[in-house]
């Protein structure tokens, strides 16, 4: 996004104008449209920059042809400075990771495990009674399990084997199952095992072919960059997301207006898990239509999560943080007067309603019960509620109602049978996947030390929920930066620096250092 300064009122904010050329001129990068007419010159000095925007000088200047979309606007003393988006009309996207035979030796791995830990193996066996079957393998808990297409656990690699290079740089490997070829005499496993060989096929991502001409569509219409959506695929995939929920994911883009495209970020640290698959069936649920419901303890990862679908969906994201004190004023706005007129002003959160935005309603069981009425009113069929001088505000088709909650909080209300019935409700019972995040976050860091990272974050987190240190002690961003470290000093010593270092009490960095002892020598 670059600031544009322009003296012409031809620029209206909303508009998406075709950009036929951008001309360096007297040290600045003129804009001109198809007919010609030149539309102003992008900012390069630090006073001129809107917030949000880049320098002129960033810009690459083979990307001179496309479109752009207005942002925002605000007036100066001489000039109108305007917010653009810029959308080339050529692009190239660079194609996913290919295991390559030359590079990965074909390696065998043994799974195993029982009806309870691995509930998609008896369904997978099946599959290989009539020849090998593709798959997909992540690391879990320290371990390397297969997963079937319905995202359940259909394997555990076998103990006594050792891990595959491959899975220090790719969070999801593809492979080829198969009934046992070799002798596995020397491990200790259990019934009816299987084999499943990696680097013989190439099934791992090669392009983004079937997803093109969404892409270019995205592009063409200013809705987001080919870039941006590629990095968005790479990342559903790796989390296991099929290719069709993708499609469908992308094409249910729409176009926001300025103000409201601000509010789509990508989340510093993006919600990834191998088990639960919560992920997956959020967006599932999302596609359909539901609303969802998210209980679960604090450090579950509920908010990261929403922060993640919001990036993923291109979806803006408008939260209220319920309390006893959360009233309608505060769901929908209030009565006001303006010009001697009675007018109703919208909340952030009632706007977000309008333009299809997910809006959240965080610790929704401490809201007053007699709040939950309007709340119905809202995710019923009808999906529109009456407002006392606004009118009938109806839910745009896009928008998604989230209620997060904590069953253990105080102060917190039972929700009613109606309410309950129009959410879709998912219990998180486990946190992050840390060492699937830390792979994605650091993919240059050793197998070895992520393993450990994870078990002293599992570790400190059942510390923090048994109330023994605070939440200082939960950070991302401690293990990212022991990690990036831990080539030019001792694990142990970053995690000392960058876990417990962060704790103001002397009682609590105590806990922490007796738990990353436990894990790192």
Known sequence: ?????????????????????????????????????????????????????????????????????????????????????????????????????????????????????????????????????????????????????????????VNGQAFPDIFSS?????????????????????????????????TADTGFGMFQDVITKLNENCIDHPQAVAEKIRFMQTAGISDSIIQKVLESYVCYAGEDRFKIKKPDFPFMDNTSGYLNRCIAYMLTGANIRLVGNKGCGKNTLLNTLSWLFHQPLFKIGCSERTDEYTVFGSTQVKNGDTIHKLSPFAHGLTIGAMCILDEANMVPPELLSAINQLTDDTREVDLSNYGLLKLHPRTRVFMTMNED??????????????????????????EQLLRYLVPKASMENITACGKVFNKIMSIYKEGQVSESAITIRGYTAALKAADLLPLRTCLEDSISGRCQDAAEREIIHSAIQMFCV
């Open 1 to 157: 996004m670059y600031t544009l300064i322009s003296d012409t009122n031809a620029i209206t904010k909303g508009n998406i104008l075709s950009i036929a050329s951008i001309e360096n001129r007297d040290d600045k990068l003129y804009v001109r449209d198809p007919a010609g007419n030149e539309l102003g010159y992008l900012a390069a000095a630090t006073t001129s920059l809107l917030p949000g925007s880049q320098p002129a000088q960033n810009l690459t200047l083979d990307a001179v042809k496309g479109n752009a979309f207005i942002m925002q606007r605000r007036k100066g003393k001489d000039f109108t400075f305007t917010l653009i988006d810029l959308f080339p009309e050529k692009y190239s996207l660079e194609s996913g990771d290919v295991q390559d035979d030359a590079d990965n030796t074909e390696t065998v791995l043994l799974f195993s495990g029982t009806q309870t830990t691995t509930p998609g193996k008896a369904e997978m066996l099946r599959k290989l009674a009539d020849g090998p079957v593709p798959c997909s393998m992540a690391v879990d808990a320290g371990t390397i399990i297969v997963k079937d297409e319905k995202g359940r656990r259909a394997g555990r690699l």
């Open 170 to 202: 790719q969070l999801v490997v593809h492979g080829e199952a198969r009934m046992p070829q070799k002798d596995w005499s020397t491990l200790k496993h259990g019934a009816n095992p299987y084999e499943v060989v990696i680097g013989k096929t190439k």
């Open 409 to 434: 909080y105080q102060g917190t209300c039972q929700l009613n049978d109606a309410t309950l019935d129009r959410f879709q409700g998912i219990f998180m019972d486990a946190g992050i996947a840390i």
